[in-house]
């Protein structure tokens, strides 16, 4: 067990909806990253928050959006759902503090399935 | 924005050693090496990290040499349980301001009894 919570382990839904997955990370980290991970896409970094505010972003589409809360937990909202959109999303957090490298710790996923 | 490149499975025996290369030509005077093992419908798990030479934990090594273009997990008498794919990620500290995750597309190591 990481100590990286993520809800709700499976979400069904159709093309066109909007979705939110939610993350909480290990008690005292203050970054939080989400990727993708797709079977012919390999894991994706998508975006990364510190602290409320967003660090570093890779390849989220403009129709995915992320916050960080006051309490450190996050959300990634997805909405007008493509079949392609089927995938693992993880959510990993860190530390972040001086000097240290990027050691992350994944939770479990949620497992998006798009009709 | 370092770029990795991994082979994509490797098979091994139990007990023999195993060494996993990943290039990565491009990377930063920021960036550290850092690989994660994945087991199926599982978030990756934290191995080992470095930024030059070598390094050792109790679970594998990490060779990186005096260019840093590319980097060689170790893992030492593997067993069944060491089937995973394993990626190797490059990216930078928290210091060193915005920058970007790199994944490689991971190593399929497959242990054979």
């Known amino acids: 067990d990481s100590g990286v919570t993520q809800t709700p382990k499976h979400l069904i839904t159709a093309t066109g909806q909007r979705v939110t997955l939610r993350c909480s990370p290990r008690?005292?980290?203050?970054?939080v990253y989400w990727y993708q991970q797709s079977l012919d896409q390999g894991l994706q970094f998508l975006i990364q928050y510190y602290n409320g505010e967003e660090r570093a972003k890779g390849n989220i589409l403009e129709r995915f959006s992320a916050q960080q809360f006051p309490d450190l937990h996050s959300e990634l909202n997805l909405s007008s759902l493509e079949l392609g959109d089927s995938a693992l999303y993880f959510c990993?957090?860190?530390?972040?503090?001086?000097?240290?490298?990027?050691?992350?710790?994944f939770g479990p996923g949620t497992r998006l399935t798009v009709l | 924005l370092a770029k990795t490149t991994q082979p994509i499975s490797m098979d091994s025996y139990e007990g023999q050693e195993v060494n996993i290369t990943c290039s990565h030509n491009?990377?930063?005077?920021?960036?550290?090496i850092t690989w994660y093992q994945q087991f199926p419908s599982q978030g990756p798990r934290f191995i080992i990290q470095g930024y030059k030479t070598k390094v050792t934990n109790e679970v594998a090594s990490l060779f990186i040499p005096a260019d840093r273009k590319s980097s060689t997990l170790s893992l030492p008498r593997v067993s069944l349980s060491d089937t995973a794919v394993y990626y190797c990620l490059v990216g930078a500290n928290y210091w060193a301001g915005s920058y970007q995750l790199t994944f490689g597309k991971g190593t399929k190591l497959s242990v054979i009894p």
């Open positions: 491009n990377i930063a005077t920021n960036d550290y």
């Open positions: 008690s005292g980290d203050l970054s």
């Open positions: 990993a957090s860190s530390y972040q503090g001086q000097g240290s490298g990027n050691e992350q710790f």
